[in-house]
């Protein structure tokens, strides 16, 4: 089993910056072989933003977020992390982050590739 929490999320202002933090706890952690970040507003699918191979730390991003979102992952501290800059209205929705076990055509970018989830936070860019 693999628990996964988000934090960092809340109201922030267009055009400002926000890190968003996931932090995994489990036995099968260890097994975890790529994480992601996804976000879902409401009434849309959830969407693929970014993943990163765990022992490797390689990223890949959706074409939508390249260039403005970064991933990153502290495995010491069994972290995940999403910094999005330049945020806009429509960046408002739920973020999760999520954990897979194994995976075949690199990036990952299915819901359905993941194994495990957070329960989501919720940022809000309003001015």
């Known amino acids: 089993q693999v628990d996964l929490v988000e934090s960092g999320g809340g109201l922030v202002r267009p055009g400002t910056s926000l890190r968003l933090s996931c932090t995994a706890s489990g036995r099968t952690f260890s097994n975890v072989v790529a994480m992601a970040w996804f976000r879902q507003a409401p009434g849309t699918e959830r969407k693929f933003i970014a993943a990163?191979?765990?022992?490797?730390?390689?990223?890949s991003y959706a074409e939508n977020f390249e260039g403005r979102s970064t991933i990153s992952r502290d495995s010491a501290k069994d972290t995940l992390y999403l910094e999005m800059h330049n945020l806009k209205v429509e960046d408002t929705a739920s973020y999760y982050c999520?954990?897979?076990?194994?995976?075949?055509?690199?990036?990952?970018?299915?819901?359905?590739?993941?194994?495990?989830w957070g329960q989501g936070t919720q940022v809000i860019v309003s001015g």
């Open positions: 990163i191979t765990w022992a490797e730390g390689f990223a």
């Open positions: 999520a954990a897979a076990l194994v995976y075949g055509h690199w990036p990952p970018t299915r819901p359905g590739n993941y194994n495990y």
